[in-house]
């Protein structure tokens, strides 16, 4: 579904990225890993179309995408999260999630055009959203009151919403509790089983290596292993790179 080849962003003499191969096939979850300053969020910020490469190719569905804009990769099927929540805070729980519905009918002048009138089939969808987020109950509320982990998984509604085949989803799990971290583990799953394929930016351990189908680990802007869960973790090069230890590798596990 996506495939990055030699894909490269430079800042100056800074080598963000360098030379990443990867491909994310359809109806995976793959893991995207690696230290602070490894090129994570780099790699997610060109996909989704915020940079532009400074060399390489980046393709979606076999089309070339590496200059495209931001809106017209959201059309043709790629939604993200954000490390750092970006709802719609004076909207409500209902209305975050209708504005990233119409969007996927209409394009933006649908929010305008469309906020009030909606089909019979849209309410179903956004009411199936909310009840899959656990937020049925919070339809009505500003997504501003809503606590850390409901504006978590009300961002997880918003980009399904969107009908994107690819969800890129940026540290979905940072500040969450372990209780909130094991129901997130089960919704992206759930995520895929509705037909989203899925890239996972991730810090915590567990999470990545308990839900993803592959795992790539980055460090210093160079892909240094790819592999299942278990043949990443028994990697020395991301032991010594990311894990730090045997004795934390065994804690993830």
Known sequence: ?????????????????DQLDLTVRKGEILGLIGPNGSGKSTTVNLIAGLYQ???????????????????TRAELGIARTFQNIRLFGNLSVWQNVWAARVVRE??????????????RQAREEVRQLLAFSNLADKADTLAGNLSFGEQRRLELARAAASGAELLLLDEPAAGMNAEEIEELDQRIRALRDRGHTILLIEHHMELVMEVCDRVAVLNF??????????????????????LGSDDTVAQAA
Do not use: C
């Open 221 to 242: 802007g160079r892909k240094i292993a790819e592999g299942t869960p278990a043949e990443v973790q028994d990697n020395a090069a991301v032991r010594a790179a990311y």
């Open 106 to 119: 209409s394009g933006w002048a649908g929010v305008k055009s469309r906020w009030l009138a909606s089909g």
């Open 1 to 17: 579904m996506l495939e990055l080849q030699q894909l490269s962003r430079h800042f100056g003499g800074v080598k963000a990225l």
């Open 53 to 71: 490469p400074s060399a390489g190719s980046l393709r979606f569905k076999g089309q070339d995408i590496g200059t495209l804009p931001v809106h």
